[in-house]
């Protein structure tokens, strides 16, 4: 009966997720709107470095801070009792 269920939440959400993207409407993206002053595109380089090589070097800049002041002491795994 449990995977009865989850089907039918499955079906319901993905229904639902299809409505929803087929009737809104288009972003109208080349009608400009009052104000609009958009700046000059982006290069392939600069668009490689702002969405691959910016979150991959913060990752890295994130997990290198947490590896070196990480003060535990017990890194091996515990042997089981059994």
């Known amino acids: 009966m449990d995977k009865k269920n989850a089907l039918r939440a499955g079906t319901l959400a ?3 997720t299809l409505m929803m993207l087929l009737l809104s409407s288009p972003a109208l993206a080349l009608t400009r709107d009052d104000g ?3 700046g000059p595109g982006l ?6 470095g702002l969405f691959v090589v910016a ?3 913060i990752f890295l800049a ?3 801070l947490v590896w070196v002041l990480d003060k535990s002491k017990d890194r091996e795994p ?3 009792k059994a």
């Open 36 to 38: 609009d002053d958009p």
């Open 14 to 16: 993905a229904g639902t």
């Open 55 to 57: 979150p991959i070097a």
């Open 78 to 80: 515990k042997a089981s």
């Open 43 to 48: 290069s392939v380089v600069d668009t490689l």
């Open 62 to 64: 994130i997990f290198g």
